[in-house]
């Protein structure tokens, strides 16, 4: 066995801070110590000198030691590869933030939407590409007389192309990839014809002679989705994958209506157009609200949020002549295509792409008459954000 004198602090018995085990220490080191023990308490106030046992040899000394040194050395180890690993998770967490922020600011700005237009300049039949800059260049080339556009969720454009001899059923869909390869998709439709694109990559191909509306695989392979139209004209899906199309009416024999179609095909009514209504397209903003265009000039807006059917629409905003066109970009701004036309005074009213902000507020965003080009409709193209 060992002895060993320990120091302790000393507390007065009756210190509200002395732990209830020191208040009788000075009893057990007159027991224990004897008179070396008294002689310093008595000395010195400050500690106490107590003798204890220790029940350890000096081997076990040495080996409580090594193995306290063991586990300081291991701990040390484990904590300098912590250290040396968080890097690395900290480097693939700002990763993610960048990645994240970079699709907040890309995929939520209309800025960085670049915008294609169908049309004509002196060569020929066009598709023109407007980027976020507002740049304006030449996508593609020698069409015949190019009609509506839309887009799939990989960036591919597929354009109506009508060919020059006018025949009915002489109409294609073309298919441009991003790089500009143009392939025929689908042909033998009648023109114009009116395009969407589901999530899927099924196109959509409203035939306005024939009042069908068929659906084509990505494949090329085609069926027919609804029958028993007048003259369907605009398109559009909502983000629960239903296919809205506007009907045209046909006098006072059928009163025009725009069809919600659910993707088993079922139909419902979602509005019934006003007698004089001559609608051209719809679009949806990114507010979810229904838009249509009318060739009398106005643009309409639906809300979706009701539940009543019919839904009842406002009047959103206006162009000089007609509204043929529709595209909504992230930003809840709407670009029309006026065709433009001569007034009845002989005034000229410009083939023009107009821009209007979600408030409703009217900007010219380019002119056609002004370069010599005709604008005739319009899509975004989606912007592929980080996963």
């Not at 009213?349 to 005739?376: V, W």
Request: charged share 15%; hydrophobic share 35%; with cysteine.
């Amino acid at each position: 066995m060992v002895w060993q004198r320990m120091a302790l602090p000393y507390f007065h018995k009756s210190s509200p801070r002395a732990h209830p085990s020191l208040r009788n220490v000075g009893r057990n080191v007159t027991d224990i110590a004897g008179s070396t023990a008294a002689s310093t308490a008595g000395a010195h106030q400050t500690f106490r000198v107590i003798s204890r046992r220790i029940s350890c040899s000096t081997s076990v000394k040495g080996q409580t030691n090594q193995q306290t040194s063991q586990r300081i050395t291991m701990k040390t180890k484990v904590t300098e590869n912590k250290f040396k690993c968080e890097p690395r998770g900290l480097r693939k967490l700002f990763s993610r933030i960048a990645c994240v922020g970079a699709a907040f600011l890309i995929c939520s700005s209309a800025w960085a939407q670049n915008l294609f237009v169908s049309g004509s300049d002196a060569r020929g039949g066009e598709i023109f590409k407007f980027t976020w800059d507002g740049g304006q260049s030449i996508f593609a080339s020698g069409l015949t007389d190019p009609w509506d556009l839309a887009f799939d969720n990989a960036g591919n454009l597929f354009v109506v192309n009508h060919a020059s001899s006018g025949l009915v059923g002489n109409a294609a869909v073309y298919k441009i990839t991003p790089n500009g390869v143009r392939t025929t998709f689908a042909s033998g439709l009648s023109y114009p014809a009116y395009l969407a694109v589901d999530s899927t990559g099924n196109v959509f191909v409203a035939d306005y002679d024939h009042g069908v509306i068929y659906k084509y695989k990505p494949t090329g392979s085609r069926a027919t989705f609804a029958s028993g139209l007048h003259h369907p004209v605009g398109m559009a899906f909502n983000s629960g994958g239903n296919l809205f199309v506007v009907d045209n009416s046909a006098g006072n024999i059928y009163q025009g209506s725009i069809y919600e179609y659910k993707p088993d095909g079922s139909r419902g009514i979602f509005a019934v157009l006003d007698p004089g209504d001559r609608p051209a397209d719809l679009a949806f903003d990114s507010m979810g609200n229904l838009l249509m265009a009318d060739l009398g000039g106005n643009i309409y807006k639906y809300s979706l949020n009701g539940v009543l059917r019919p839904h009842r629409r406002t009047t959103f905003g206006s162009v000089p002549n007609s509204a043929q066109s529709l595209a909504g970009d992230s930003a809840g701004n709407l670009l029309v295509v006026d065709p433009g036309a001569v007034s009845s005074a002989g005034s000229v009213i410009p083939n023009a792409i107009y821009k209007f902000t979600p408030q409703g507020a009217r900007s010219t965003f380019a002119s056609g008459s002004a370069l010599g080009e005709s604008f005739a409709c319009l899509a975004f193209q989606p912007i592929p954000c980080c996963e």
